[in-house]
């Protein structure tokens, strides 16, 4: 790097580096040195687009995500990208195109999939997350979390014998230990089992 100091893939890989050790004004000043030089280095572009998501930063995430499909309008990264920011700035609407743009043309991506049951379920559309989620237990089996999704979505279809067994199964396949959201999350699901076996629901 020393040698040329503009030699975007060393400055990338310092990138990748410093938003791996959370050192993220760092490395969005590596990406603006990068950009100077490269300024549509699509691969630099999308890397700090979904910086910026990480940092929760979505507006800035999507104004990045214009510039890649500026260049290439069918970008399913930088679309999956735009997807997750409106989805976090609860732009229903805006989210479920984007996503609907990638999958109709890579219709076994689990990115976009994975995303858009996540919005039927918030949106309430179960039937439409019943079938992302069944085709991503088709994609993924025994991820833990799609028998999440596909319980939540059982139980709110009131198919209490279905949910309760999809949520024994997430018990079984989920990790002994992980982050307190996913702890947090755990907690739920054990609650909502004893619900469902001390109240048998017709």
């Keep these: 790097l020393l040698k040329n100091p503009t030699n975007t893939v060393v400055l990338l890989q310092k990138a990748e580096l410093q938003v791996n050790l959370e050192q993220f ?3 969005h000043r590596t990406l603006d040195r990068l950009l100077s030089v490269t300024p549509r280095d699509i691969p630099a572009l999308l890397f700090q687009a979904f910086s910026f998501i990480q940092e929760k930063k979505f ?5 990045t995500v214009d510039k890649v499909l500026r260049e290439d309008p069918e970008n399913f990264q930088a ?3 735009k997807g997750i920011a409106h989805m976090e700035l609860k732009d229903n609407d805006s989210a479920r195109a984007a996503f609907d743009r990638v999958l109709r043309r890579e219709p076994d991506n689990p990115v976009a999939l994975r995303n858009r049951a996540l919005l039927n379920v ?3 559309r179960w039937g439409e997350a019943k079938d992302d989620y069944e085709h991503l237990e088709k994609l993924t089996p025994r991820a833990y979390a799609v028998m999440y999704g596909l319980a939540d979505v059982a139980y709110n ?3 209490y014998k279905k949910a309760a067994r999809l949520y024994q199964d997430y018990l079984k396949f989920a990790p002994a230990k992980g982050t307190p959201e ?6 739920k699901v054990r609650a909502r ?3 469902i076996e001390s109240a048998p629901h017709q």
Excluded at 59 to 63: K, N, P, S, V, W
Excluded at 182 to 187: C, G, I, S, V
């Design 25 to 27: 004004d760092a490395a």
């Design 157 to 159: 279809l009131k198919e």
């Design 122 to 124: 918030r949106t309430q």
């Design 79 to 81: 679309l999956t990208a």
């Design 193 to 195: 089992l004893k619900e």
């Design 182 to 187: 996913l702890e947090e999350e755990k907690t």
């Design 59 to 63: 507006d800035q995430a999507l104004l």
